[in-house]
């Protein structure tokens, strides 16, 4: 799926042959366009494979290649650079996209890491948490059905909107909770060596996991109670 | 997405929507997540204790057209069956009998799930031991 060329070998550039190791977009003596990059998603803004980013000079850095990569830069070029210019667009465009969002930088990562997704190796723990989360879950579920049907009906249901809009409040503070954690993970990971970056990439699995079942709640939530 | 035939019918007409008393020894209740998407999904059985054969099905599940369809179906495939029967029912002919596109597996993955799940509450419940093979976590 995703496919990291080992940036140690040199790279030559199709247009002025001098070798570059790493796997830019443009080449860096002559500034040609380059075929496209295996690299994977940090390697195409130059940026190290980390989680805290500088979010500015990620920005930045994608209107920088936005710019360089204008179709009318390529009006005169060759047709297998003009075909680049618009694989190298996507990708960019693709790997901001990711690279900007906290979570899915985070799946991102882990995913390029190698590490299977829904598949907490604590389990025995991620289970137990899980298991009450999941109850809850689906108990707010259940009043959320009975507020639709309320509503369908037309009827006002005083008490079960207070306990949604409670509900929404604590699960809006779970949620801050666990990005504040996936934060704390973050740290680990950028900063540890290969245990200590194990145990953050297991860590993020579950939290990551959680979040899943919060936000779809909340969306739900907010949903019922927008109007 | 382009839904098919069946899974439309299961969605528009779910079987066996509902609910069994949680606290009742013969009735087994399963209640599993997908961590992919988030949705959640409840099945319940109830066990005649002497022939070990699902009485009765029901489930609620909050979540995608597929998982509702997987869940509506797996309710329809175990009811008269025995435990042990129930528990040989494999995602992938879920899959297949509702014809699931690959980014949908995980959705009849859910519905197995609650199976297992659903009979394990109900013989642990009960204090039956579970068949080592049968029970092996995957
Ligand atoms: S998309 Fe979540 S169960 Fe189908
Ligand atoms: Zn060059």
Redesign the pocket.
């Known amino acids: 799926m995703l496919k990291v060329l080992d940036s140690a070998v040199p790279v030559a550039c199709w247009s002025c042959s001098v070798a570059h190791n790493e796997s830019t977009l443009f080449c860096p003596d002559c500034s040609k366009i380059q075929p496209p990059s295996t690299g994977d998603f940090f390697s195409v803004f130059g940026i190290e494979r980390r989680l805290n980013l500088d979010l500015a000079a990620l920005e930045r850095a994608f209107h920088r290649l936005s710019r360089q990569l204008h179709p009318d830069r390529f009006v005169r070029a060759s047709a297998s650079e003009k075909q680049w210019s618009l694989a190298d667009t996507a990708l960019v465009n693709d790997a901001y996209r990711t690279l900007k969002d906290p979570l899915r930088r985070t799946e991102y990562l882990l995913k390029l890491e190698g590490v299977e997704m829904g598949a907490p190796a604590d389990a025995s723990r991620a289970l137990d948490q899980k298991t009450n989360l999941l109850e809850e879950v689906f108990e707010l579920n259940m009043q959320l059905d009975e507020m639709r049907a309320a509503k369908k009906a037309g009827q006002r249901n005083a008490e079960l909107e207070e306990t949604l809009r409670q509900a929404r409040k604590w699960n809006a503070g779970r949620v801050e909770a666990v990005d504040c954690q996936m934060r704390e993970q973050w740290t680990r990971w950028d900063a540890g060596d290969a245990a200590a970056r194990t145990a953050a990439q297991r860590e993020l699995v579950a939290l990551l996991d959680r979040r899943r079942f919060l936000s779809n709640l909340l969306r739900d939530v907010n949903e019922i109670l927008k109007d | 997405m382009a839904y098919s035939d069946k899974v439309v019918d299961h969605y528009n007409n779910p079987r066996n929507v509902g609910t069994l008393d949680k606290s009742a020894a013969e009735v087994g209740t399963g209640l599993v997540g997908?961590p992919?998407?988030g949705?959640v999904m409840r099945l319940q059985i109830k066990v005649n204790p002497a022939t070990q054969v699902i009485e009765e099905a029901k489930f609620k599940t909050f979540?995608?057209g597929?998982?509702i369809a997987s869940s509506s179906l797996a309710t329809e495939w175990i009811k008269g069956r025995t435990i042990d029967d129930a528990l040989k029912i494999k995602n992938t002919e879920i899959v297949k009998e509702l014809a699931l596109p690959p980014v949908?597996i995980?959705?009849s993955v859910?519905a197995e799930d609650a199976i297992r799940a659903a009979i394990g509450d109900w013989r642990k419940k009960n204090n039956l031991d579970e068949p080592a093979a049968a029970e092996q976590v995957k």
Request: hydrophobic share 25%.
């Open positions: 997908a992919e998407c949705d979540g995608c597929s998982a949908k995980h959705c859910l």
